[in-house]
DNA sequence: GATATGTTTCCGATATATGGGACGCGTCCG
DNA sequence: CGGACGCGTCCCATATATCGGAAACATATC
């Protein structure tokens, strides 16, 4: 159809490793499949390759379960829900998260943190050290309960409401009053719209940190990643643009533990 | 340093598609990584192919995200996650099943089916009609509850002691005596450890099934096969021998379907 | 039954993958 | 401290695995 056929002029520069002509297409292939079921023919005519060609990878990708053929063409195979379920298991979120975490403190200079949920806490799993003088405390290890530290609100985004009053109250040990419990989800509710939670530490300790959720294949909020600290340096006016700066950090991460968006089309 | 010299003895008889030598090695090694994380001299090693060869397949795999790299050698990466998740979608289990259903039904002669659970309820999802003159009728889309058909038992097995005894009351519509739901149980109990569900229809039409659960991915019963006819053929004689070739056949889907054993050593 | 679209097989030329070997680096050990 | 070892990386001549044309076959469309 168009001038496909000798002029690939200039290379491709994602060719990346040499000598894998044959894997990089098998596995461009997939990387259509992941599109929807499709015909031979039509992966052919996408990827610019012979019907030959596409036919014997497309038989060898189902040859070994990687696809399965449909009524309506080739189909993500089973082996990759096996191969999924174990990369769950092998995935090593801390691993995945540290270049985009020394990334976003080089751009930033601030020091930058991630962390799980367990259960009523937040877990603070790493922390790159950024190159103020000041710095944050907070070290890998740390447990914090899990409604009162910015990392923490971010690991609760997709609770309930019910859920949030919860947690708050348990944080508080003591019993908030009405005004501050309802303070306190009027907050929630705005990070929640705006995806990026902006904290103040309540101890009066003038920290404060900036915390955007991290999610994982299933598009569950699996971890956080923030940027803390004190309110001198980590200004009103430069919290929105470091706010943009940690959202595409951990839109990052998110991709590459495998989320790929809201809901695929 | 072995005898892995040359001496690779056999040939691999699964070749399969041919002029996919490249692609082949690469699945190998992502066969390989399942296992745990693996360095890739060692993959070279075991797979008997150069280190430099194991190097470029293990740097494509890896530059396409389907490996990442750990302190421990190479490991399942996220992409993976992604079309994990993205298979499940796509998978349709009745088509993944049909087959098998087909294969079962030649060498036994008797009616297939499967069936997946909606609730308190089991639906018939297909079936493959036997050679045999007498049918049973229950078709594709039938809904009974799930506690009174060998289909649905098998779905149940998973299920704890409490949920079985609330199932079968609701199937009974009235309540059932306490022998009669202990009976039950018992029944139950012994399908659990055989693992296959030999059932007799209640309703004294002289239906006879034998039903097996079929498990995903993630270990979880999905669907489940059975085979049904009138107690007249599938005789007290022949069930041990039917059985067998029932749970291979859900040995096999399940295996299709991505299930890689009760737990990965 | 004729046309169109997709799937599969075969085969020779050549682009492509292969493995030997060398290098740099870190670690272990005497 | 120096040498041996294991691993990852790179280069390059060579062998061969891979590619695509053509055509048989299968299925859908009209």
Redesign the pocket.
């Known amino acids: 159809m168009n001038g496909m056929t000798m002029a690939d002029s200039d290379e491709k520069q994602e060719q990346g490793v040499?000598?894998?002509?044959?894997?990089m297409?098998a596995l461009d292939i997939m990387d259509e499949v992941i599109d929807g079921p499709i015909?031979?023919?039509?992966l052919a005519r996408k990827l610019g390759?012979?019907?030959?060609?596409a036919?014997?990878?497309v038989?060898a990708l189902r040859s070994r379960n990687y696809l399965s053929v449909t009524r309506e063409?080739f189909a993500l195979g089973p082996k990759l829900l096996q191969l999924g379920v174990l990369a769950t298991e092998q995935i090593d979120y801390v691993r995945v998260a540290r270049p985009f975490m020394e990334l976003l403190s080089d751009r930033t200079g601030f020091c930058v943190f991630v962390g799980k949920r367990e259960g009523e806490y937040s877990r603070h799993l790493d922390r790159v050290t950024g190159t103020q003088r000041l710095r944050v405390a907070t070290a890998p290890g740390d447990r914090r309960p899990i409604a009162e530290t910015g990392l923490g609100k971010a690991l609760l985004l997709d609770e309930d409401e019910a859920g949030w009053e919860r947690l708050y109250i348990e944080a508080r040990g003591g019993k908030p009053s009405r005004a501050q419990i309802d303070a306190y989800l009027k907050d929630m509710r705005e990070h929640k719209a705006r995806g990026t939670v902006l904290h103040d530490s309540e101890l009066g300790d003038g920290v404060r940190s900036i915390a955007v959720p991290i999610r994982d294949a299933k598009g569950n909020i699996c971890i956080a990643i923030s940027i803390a600290s004190a309110a001198h340096y980590l200004t009103d006016a430069l919290r929105p643009g470091l706010a943009e700066q940690v959202v595409r950090a951990a839109e990052q991460i998110s991709g590459a533990v495998g989320y790929s968006g809201p809901r695929r089309a």
């Open positions: 040499k000598g894998t002509q044959t894997l297409r015909r031979a023919a039509d390759m012979s019907k030959t060609t036919h014997r990878l038989q063409g």
